[in-house]
């Protein structure tokens, strides 16, 4: 059911191997997709290169997501290429240094539009872009990654909360547009996981030793577990899932205290 053979899909956010899209990207191109990655800037393109050098036949393509232009490139390029598109995973995340280090109540307006602007809005405006490549084929599935800090008070997230609050909004509206072309929109909502982006929020260690403390299974999930869940989501047995924020955290979420 999670076959992805004669699948393309494109993998938006890999910056090393520690990255949640990474694993996406591993498990995609093993049950058969053939894949697009992307990298957001020059300094990341070796890394991506890489790893993507690890995979069959795969496309590397620029693509920062604050760039309408490149977003339009990138869509033009993978219908050339692909002649359409079957699944694309948004893992793109980023909000500046300070708004991650000072009280909450600090946070400038250009670093709230900053993080609001590569976190949440670039779901919209991707979205808009591969949708007319997605229409060409029969029910595909687009996936973001979220976490609970959008929801909930995390310390640090600060300002990553509201514009994972936005995106998981973001995620039902665009299933509800959606969803009458088959294009199905979906989150995962991850535990906390030791990467890049993890490591820009100040004190990440003591939020993993809650999830050893108290999460049901008591431990946090490795990217691979994801990874899993995300083939799910990916693959046409969650053909009548779309609008969901789906949650892979070793049951962090069902505790209170
Ligand atoms: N690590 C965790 O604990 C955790 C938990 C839940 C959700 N998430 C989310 O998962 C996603 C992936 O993060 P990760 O933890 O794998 O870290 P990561 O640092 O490996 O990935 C973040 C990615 O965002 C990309 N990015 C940043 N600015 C960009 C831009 N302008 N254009 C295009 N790409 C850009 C980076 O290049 C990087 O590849 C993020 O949305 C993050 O918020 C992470």
Known sequence: MCDLTGKHGLIVGVANKRSISWAIAQAAAASGA????????????????????????????????????????????????FGGLDFAVHGAGFAPADALHNPFVETSRESFRIALDVSAYSLVGLTRAVAPLMEKRGGVSILT???????????????????KAALESSVRYLASDLGPKNIRVNAISAGAIKTLAASGIAGFSSILQVYRDRAPLRRSVETSEVADAAMFLLSPASRAVTGEILMVDAGMHAIGL
């Open 145 to 163: 990654l979220t976490f609970i800090g959008s929801d909930r008070v995390y310390p640090n997230y600060n300002v990553m909360g509201v514009a």
């Open 34 to 81: 053939r894949l697009a990655l992307t990298y957001p800037s020059e300094r990341l393109e070796e890394n991506v290169r890489e790893l993507a050098a690890k995979l069959e036949n795969p496309l590397v393509l620029p693509c920062d997501v604050t760039s309408d232009q490149q977003i339009a490139d990138l869509a033009a390029t993978l219908d050339r290429e």
